[in-house]
Nanobody, 126 residues
Framework: QVQLVESGGGLVQTGGSLRLSCVASGRTFSMYALGWFRQAPGKERKFVAA????????HYADSLKGRFTISRDNAKNTVYLQMNNLEPEDTAVYYC???????????????????WGQGAQVTVSS
């Protein structure tokens, strides 16, 4: 089992940047595929980005390509989400997620993740 704790959220102006971090407990972090999802007020949770166990393959929601970057540091048990040129539409609670069931695949489906963090609020002001 793994526990995930997000940090780095906050309030930022349009055009600004934030980097979210998600630290995982346990000694088998490198066995987990990781993803970021977000949920805006009154809307369903949606896929943002994902990275495989090794960190050499990533996938992004089409609308976020070029602005968001996912990365991981297996030595630090941490996955990151660098968010640049933020827009008010990026306002949401951001969740990291983990699964160890699919080998080196990049997992984009919310239903395939087993473990979730508590979420980090990101608010972008106009």
């Amino acid at each position: 089992q793994v526990q995930l704790v997000e940090s780095g959220g906050g309030l930022v102006q349009t055009g600004g940047s934030l980097r979210l971090s998600c630290v995982a407990s346990g000694r088998t972090f490198s066995m987990y595929a990781l993803g970021w999802f977000r949920q805006a007020p009154g809307k369903e949770r949606k896929f943002v980005a994902a990275v495989n166990t090794v960190g050499d393959s990533t996938h992004y929601a089409d609308s976020l390509k070029g602005r968001f970057t996912i990365s991981r540091d297996n030595a630090k048990n941490t996955v990151y989400l660098q968010m640049n040129n933020l827009e008010p539409e990026d306002t949401a609670v951001y969740y990291c997620a983990a699964t160890s069931k699919f080998g080196v695949a990049v997992i984009t489906s919310e239903g395939l993740y087993d473990y979730w963090g508590q979420g980090a609020q990101v608010t972008v002001s106009s």
